[in-house]
């Protein structure tokens, strides 16, 4: 992969290129993300600091997300000087920082499971639920409770 080794030229293009983007940003969904920021930006993707990432919108998908942080990802992976990798890298921890919802590896993430608590809870005395929380009227009271009671 090639960059563009003159900075004044790289750091011009990145700017007009992403100015004229920003507002189609809006639009974008995770092919033209990837598309922009894995190919065509490639020869100035040096040049990127976390100044340039605010263009894009806050309420992307998680697939935009990535395609994006693949871009920097496969940049940081270059030799690069240590100006343009440090750069890149706070590039990086910017956009994870910015989309923290897309951060979370899925695995950490929960599901949602429908579970029938009448099927679940037919054999548990109401009432004694019901005396407890009377009793008390807290969350720990109701962690507390077993449905052995």
Known sequence: ITFITNAAVRETILNISLTALAPAFELFGAQEFQLWF???????????????????PKDISCASYMAIL???????KFPLPPELSMGINSSIEFLKETFPRCSTPESFTCKETVVDENLICAQVNRSLVQQTLAADNSSAALCSFTITE
């Open 38 to 56: 894995q190919v065509y930006l490639v020869p100035v993707m040096p040049s990127l600091r976390p100044a340039y990432l605010r263009v894009i």
């Open 70 to 76: 693949t871009g920097l990802q496969k940049t940081s």
